[in-house]
């Protein structure tokens, strides 16, 4: 199974750049990367996903490095409402599960 | 946008009783999926459904958890006997299945207490 690791928290002052890193070292060849945050108790909210290329959308910017072991996450003005658990998901090979690691606790500081 | 509803946002049970937690996924999507998260741990896989059968489940998904899709509409998950254990938040989750459309999209989720 894809496992990814995450540092367990980071700090970012709000209006600054987030980046948000994970290892994902043991991805399969046509695995995606998904990343997911937590606020609070509520539902994973789906931020991006990316395979090889580097992707953005509208919350978010993906960078996949070229062996595809690792990505790092970017929020590129980072506000109060971004503090959450960030979660970086590769998902099992074989099946659509989704395996969740203990994620990044990222606080945004006023 | 369309998303995934849950019903009831909480839910408060004497251990042994029955419930079913629904679930409303996004319209037209195909799978469908239920997590838990006990309170201060991770997001652990339940359950996965497509096709008006269990695709996969974990070891936690027991005899004492059953899931259904009664009409077109709902997906539920329906805990038989509960047990102080099950007092958790459960996320269903859904996706469309089809090809370039493989993203899940989680509900806000019903909070579970068992007593």
């Known amino acids: 199974d894809a496992k990814t690791t995450q540092p367990t928290s980071m700090d970012c002052a709000e209006g600054r750049a987030a980046n948000l890193p994970c290892n994902h070292s043991?991805?399969?060849?046509?695995?995606?990367v998904y990343w997911y945050r937590q606020i609070h108790s509520q539902g994973p909210q789906y931020i991006i996903h990316?395979?090889?290329n580097n992707e953005t959308n509208e919350m978010a910017s993906l960078i996949i490095t070229e062996d595809r072991k690792s990505s790092t996450l970017i929020l590129p003005h980072a506000t109060l409402r971004d503090t959450a658990v960030y979660y970086c998901?590769?998902?099992?090979?074989?099946?659509?599960?989704?395996?969740f690691g203990t994620g990044t606790r990222l606080k945004v500081l006023a | 946008e369309p998303e995934v509803t849950q019903t009831p946002s909480h839910q408060v049970t004497q251990m042994g009783q029955e419930v079913i937690l629904r679930c409303v996924p996004i319209?037209?999507?195909?799978?469908f999926y239920w997590y838990r998260q006990i309170l201060g741990q991770k997001v652990e896989f339940l359950v996965s459904?497509?096709?008006?059968?269990?695709?996969?489940k974990s070891e936690i998904f027991d005899d004492q958890f059953s899931v259904e899709r009664p009409d077109g509409s709902n997906f539920t998950l329906k805990i038989r006997s509960t047990k102080l254990e099950d007092s958790a938040m459960y996320f269903c989750?859904?996706?469309?299945?089809?090809?370039?459309?493989?993203?899940?999209?989680f509900g806000p989720g019903t909070r579970l207490l068992v007593l």
């Open positions: 989750a859904s996706r469309a299945g089809t090809s370039g459309q493989e993203t899940q999209y």
């Open positions: 043991t991805i399969s060849g046509n695995e995606y």
């Open positions: 990316g395979l090889k």
């Open positions: 998901i590769v998902r099992v090979s074989g099946t659509y599960k989704y395996i």
């Open positions: 319209s037209n999507h195909l799978y």
């Open positions: 459904f497509y096709n008006n059968e269990i695709s996969e």
